[in-house]
């Protein structure tokens, strides 16, 4: 099995391009911190990031959805964050990361559970807030930013996903794996797979590309 993480800023289209994965046909595995704040809610926490067990309650739901056997057939997943993702959330409320997380984090290491190449959504120039996103877009960035080093000292290669319409992401994060030979068959839809500069700010309206951050680049 082939488990890729799909992660990013918050508030940019995320879980959006996850659904036009699904829609496609690909095993995709939902975020669990989502989850973990509306089951919360439902008994009352109305801020459940404020308290002691929520970080424990994000790598718990995130160990049983990853260890669930797959459907018959299936070789590649891609999942909606990760527990490194749970170590940025931990960095970023100022918190030293938990006994249980610390113990995930050394499993998926150990068993090389998810491939070392991270599928990274860049922001859209803007942050929307919703009832389980609170943060402003200047906020955002500075989150952002510290997924971007938990990943890095983590040992896994962030794979950037510029701006652009949420089905154009989807079509290059899919020319991506084809171009990897990770599929039986490769996407028809003649979309290009582009590489940028790791510094580069992408144009909202920029076409979909994909761009490793050490500069690497290439047209399929």
């Known amino acids: 099995m082939k488990r890729y993480i799909l992660t990013g800023t918050?508030?940019?289209?995320?879980?959006?391009?996850?659904?036009?994965?699904?829609?496609?046909?690909?095993?995709?595995?939902?975020?669990?911190?989502?989850?973990?704040?509306?089951?919360?809610?439902?008994?009352?926490?109305t801020e459940p990031w404020t308290h002691d067990d929520f970080i424990d309650q994000i790598v718990g739901l995130q160990r049983r959805r990853q260890t669930r056997p797959p459907r018959p057939g299936v070789t590649v997943q891609i999942y909606d964050r990760s527990p490194i993702c749970t170590h940025a959330l931990s960095t970023y409320l100022g918190r030293e990361p938990s006994d249980l997380l610390l113990a995930e984090l050394d499993r998926i290491a150990r068993e090389a559970v998810y491939q070392p190449q991270v599928f990274f959504i860049r922001d859209l120039g803007f942050c929307k807030p919703t009832a389980a996103r609170r943060i402003s877009y200047?906020?955002?960035?500075?989150?952002?930013?510290?997924?971007?080093?938990?990943?890095?000292?983590?040992?896994?290669?962030?794979?950037?996903?510029?701006?652009?319409?949420?089905?154009?992401?989807?079509?290059?994060?899919?020319?991506?794996?084809?171009?990897?030979?990770?599929?039986?068959?490769?996407?028809?839809?003649?979309?290009?797979?582009?590489?940028?500069?790791?510094?580069?700010?992408?144009?909202?309206?920029?076409?979909?590309?994909?761009?490793?951050?050490?500069?690497?680049?290439?047209?399929?």
């Open 10 to 45: 918050p508030g940019a289209g995320k879980t959006t391009v996850l659904r036009h994965l699904r829609e496609r046909g690909y095993a995709t595995v939902e975020e669990a911190a989502t989850s973990v704040i509306a089951r919360s809610r439902t008994r009352g926490r």
């Open 138 to 220: 200047a906020d955002s960035l500075v989150f952002e930013q510290v997924h971007r080093d938990s990943y890095r000292a983590f040992g896994y290669e962030l794979i950037d996903v510029l701006a652009a319409p949420a089905a154009e992401r989807a079509d290059a994060i899919i020319g991506a794996l084809a171009a990897g030979r990770l599929l039986a068959q490769p996407t028809t839809r003649g979309n290009t797979v582009a590489a940028e500069p790791s510094g580069r700010q992408p144009e909202p309206c920029q076409p979909a590309g994909i761009a490793k951050e050490d500069g690497w680049s290439r047209s399929v």
